[in-house]
């Protein structure tokens, strides 16, 4: 079995902007991992799968 390794993904954002994310994951009781990925879905449908 293969074994999945995790990355990091860093970029910079203000205060203001990552504090507005944080409130909005939590708004919509979602971590901002899940926020990203939701958004880049509705950007780019089906951008996991592609290769």
Do not use: C, N
Not at 11 to 21: A, L
Not at 38 to 46: H, I, M, Q, R, Y
């Amino acid at each position: 079995m293969e074994e999945k390794k995790d990355s990091m993904i860093s970029f910079r954002v203000s205060e203001t902007e990552r504090y507005k994310m944080k409130e909005l994951a939590a708004h919509e009781r979602k971590t901002l991992k899940q926020l990203v990925f939701d958004a880049l879905e509705k950007a780019f449908p089906g951008w996991q799968d592609k290769k």
